[in-house]
């Protein structure tokens, strides 16, 4: 039986345009919040059709030291051109932090299956 990590997916975002890319600051203070944007498609347009789209991302956070990751945020993408209408796989959390870690996506097209990224983040 395959575990759920052996069907992640990784490149790199400017190649490939599946990846979920990560926008956050390279260090942020304790307990200030920032934005933390996840898109796809930066460098390569990814497909926003009803055969062919991203449903979601999931986004954790996994403190230095810890054991386990912390669920940020999930976010659906669920208008692929029903009625004319779209909305494209970006999404912004507000997000505060006390330790330093990484932040890891997940995100799901609807063909080509789980795609990963991640980014560490400093507090000071």
Known sequence: MKSLGEFLQTGDWKGEK????????????????????????DEIKHPNTMEHHISWFKVFFHPEGAKFPIEIATHNFTAHGEGEVYDEPVSVSNVKLNKSGTIHVISYCNIHGLWENSKDITVE
């Not at 956050?24 to 796809?40: G, H, N, Q, R, T």
């Open 18 to 41: 599946h990846v979920p890319v990560i926008h956050i600051p390279e260090k942020v203070k304790a307990e200030e919040c920032f934005d933390l944007k996840v898109s796809i498609g």
